[in-house]
């Protein structure tokens, strides 16, 4: 790797060697705790260890009332149907990440907590703003008038196959003119 | 250096025909971003997509439909006929503000749908090819793609070794149940939901499927000492694309112009021969 390093540098002094810091600074923010800065990426690829899960929260959504499933959609348009759902679901639970690294940072820098509100960290502040959009996402991708959705998360237990647990939990429903 | 220059026409006719394949895609499945926002927010733990967020950027551009139609439409005119420009004259003022505007969409596009960093990382640096130079000066861009686009993917099979992943048996198998919870759940008796739940019940195997792809991301590091393996890297990663959609489902053709650079290593190897 030196001789490439050293090629580059000899190439062109100047950029040559901009060329070398930058790629170096890249392998070493690879290592470095904290959020990434782009163009510096850290690619992980699932490199994070995964323990076996007790239980799984799975989207239910029910349009006009009928239960939709992934085998009604490409990929790109079932994860553009529910990842917004899933994502807000997220974002109300302990475990969001942006929110503990919120937390962590107003430990460790003595941070003043209000200047930094939580709604900072989220994406889906304005409810009116969400259902609009994700009803004009959905009859966009369903090709249908929306006039009920029902959207709620039901929790599997892993035990060779997924077992349901309990009743689904109601996420959000509208139905139209109420 | 006749090899440079046509490196250079051949790279810049594929990065430009990418660049339309992906806005005809976009087109046909409505992911362009003003199609996305503000539904499609992803959780990112990045820097510049916090700050963009704080500064109000993202909101604009929810706010301000039309504002979010004409970014898109600049990204991708930008990106389809600057390239075609460089070729004709010097003009790496304008490519230095692609670059910029390209860091700027490639974040603000990683906030919504299905999009991430990585799988639109090309657009970060590819188009530093676009930059006019002396041609041995010029031979340090993919010098420098090159080492970038290794290192990009090599990491990912070393990430696997350092958090101890690579040893879990429970690892790949847990990795399916996550990813296809939605599939298995629902349509349990589709034939992909099939495919899954027997690899999910042979954790093994998958294992063994998650250990043998982890190394050859992990071979790759042989290319920061030799160009001999490059073109059977790019094969190799394009054939990770593939097996990426069909058990992950997850789109990473975008990145194919950045590890393209591994296709032209005997033209970089013939300009720096004639350098010296």
Redesign the interface.
Known sequence: MRGQLNTMVRLGRFSGTLAVFVFLLYVVQTFLPGPTISPFLRFGMFSEKQEPTDSLQVIQLSVNGQLLNPTMFSIHEWDNLTGPFYQRYRENSQSFLPLQIRQKMIDKFQLDSSRWPKEKFLTTRNDALFLQTALQQIERITQQPVSSLEVSFQSYRFQDSLIPLGQAKPFLRYERGK | MNEVNDMRRNWTGVYVGFVLVSLIWRSI???WLH?????????T??????VM??SGW?EFL?SHRSACIAFDILFYAANMLLPLLALRKNINALIILLLVLN?VA??TYA?A??NS??SL?TY??VPLIFLQ?RT??W???P??LR??FL???C??GF??L????LF?I??MS??F??QH????????Q?LMSRVY?WFI?HKAISQSLFIIVSLA?MSFVLG??SFRFDRLFFWLYCLFILLDLFF??I?FWETIPFAMVLLYSSQVKAG?KS?H
């Open positions: 499945t409505h992911n199609q996305l926002l503000p539904v499609s927010f992803a959780e733990i990045n820097l510049n997509i916090w967020r704080w993202i929810v860091w490639v974040d906030t749908g299905i960093q990585e990382i970060y640096f130079a041995a000066q031979l340090i861009i010098l420098f080492l970038l290192w990009f993917f990491s990912t990430w696997k350092f958090r101890g992943s879990s429970d690892q847990t990795i149940l996550q919870k939605d599939l298995l759940a629902l349509a349990p589709a739940w019940q991301e920061f000492f992950m489902r789109l720096l350098a």
